[in-house]
């Protein structure tokens, strides 16, 4: 089993619609967890951090499960500059001492919204 | 947006011959790493970097070396490059505060061993 999993998709939404993307992670150590963004061929960019529950930003809205152990991303209202792949990253186990940062990620979701 | 750049951007290489990617941030982050992302896999950690001289291993660090010699550099080189590294390479940089483990990616360098 992969230590990050996410449906590849491509989830083809109108726009105006609502899509949710979920992302489920094996360590049930881990501690903070991310959404980024990848539009093609260019970088990943973060689109949001979650520390704790949840975090919202505008139509954006990430929920953490712990108990189930998976993340989501909620996109309302979708714009057809929303089309794009959707990346969760995960810190699989909070910050030890001597410190790194270590982030695994899933392959990403592909998002595809059309007029 | 992160001051990170990577160069070359492009390159066509032969099989057999060594390669030297480089990543170069203006943030003074502590932090670097080097991952590669193919179809299928999603980003994979090759190398990364805590500090000038301090390296580890990631996960797909095999024909992979890298070196750190001042904070603002982090080169990645393949002794001998192989089909197999034909890749899409990132750089990402970090600077971990308190709870904040963001890591902020470089534009990407797109390697084809031929």
């Known amino acids: 089993r992969k230590e990050v999993e996410q449906d590849p998709g491509p989830f083809n939404v109108p726009e105006g619609a609502t899509v949710a993307f979920n992302c489920t992670y094996s360590n049930s150590a881990s501690q903070s967890f991310f959404w980024y963004r990848q539009d093609c061929r260019k970088e990943p960019k973060l689109l949001m951090s979650?520390?704790?529950s949840g975090n919202e930003d505008g139509r954006f809205t990430a929920q953490l499960n712990r108990a189930s152990q998976y993340i989501s991303l909620l996109i309302r209202d979708s714009k057809l500059s929303d089309s794009a792949t959707y990346l969760c990253a995960v810190n699989p186990g909070g910050f030890p001492s001597g410190g790194y940062n270590k982030l695994i990620f899933g392959a990403g979701t592909r998002l595809a919204v059309h007029p | 947006d992160a001051g990170i750049t990577q160069s070359p951007r492009h390159k066509v290489t032969e099989t057999g011959t060594p390669v030297t990617l480089r990543c170069h941030q203006t943030e003074n982050h502590r932090y670097m790493y080097w991952y590669r992302q193919d179809p299928g896999h999603g980003l994979r950690l090759i190398h990364y970097s805590y500090g000038v001289k301090d390296t580890d291993k990631g996960e797909v660090s095999d024909g992979y070396s890298v070196s750190r010699s001042k904070t603002e550099d982090f080169l990645l080189t393949l002794e001998s490059a192989t089909s197999s590294q034909t890749s899409v390479y990132f750089c990402a940089i970090s600077e971990p505060l308190a709870e904040s483990y963001e890591q902020y990616f470089g534009p990407g360098t797109r390697l084809t061993v031929t």
């Open positions: 979650v520390y704790s």
